[in-house]
Nanobody, 115 residues
Framework: QVQLAESGGGLVQAGGSLRLSCTAS????????MAWFRQAPGKQRELVAR???????NYDDSVKGRFTISRDNAKNTVYLQMNSLTPADTAVYYC?????????WGKGTLVTVSS
């Protein structure tokens, strides 16, 4: 059973930065794509950024140029560096991976951006 644990959320003022971390419980991490999703109140969960096992990345248009996803396979950890945050970025952020067709999610970490 893969377990994902996010950390790094919190309250930040608009224009500020946060770095989220997600650590996987198993060494399968290096074989899998990893992603960050977010879900704002009253909205559907949406993909924010993805990093493949080959380190290719893609981002939602709303965060391009502001967010950076990275991974450290030695630590089984994926990061999301978030800069120039706006209130529209307020959401619960979830880590995700898929292993052998099974989706795994973390419990989420709340990011609140005040204006």
């Amino acid at each position: 059973q893969v377990q994902l644990a996010e950390s790094g959320g919190g309250l930040v003022q608009a224009g500020g930065s946060l770095r989220l971390s997600c650590t996987a419980s198993e060494s399968i991490f290096s074989r899998n794509d990893m992603a960050w999703f977010r879900q704002a109140p009253g909205k559907q969960r949406e993909l924010v950024a993805r990093i493949t096992r080959g380190y290719s990345t893609n981002y939602d248009d709303s965060v391009k140029g502001r967010f950076t996803i990275s991974r450290d396979n030695a630590k089984n950890t994926v990061y999301l560096q978030m800069n120039s945050l706006t209130p529209a970025d307020t959401a619960v952020y979830y880590c995700h991976t898929n292993n052998w067709g099974i989706n795994y999610w973390g419990k989420g970490t709340l990011v609140t951006v005040s204006s």
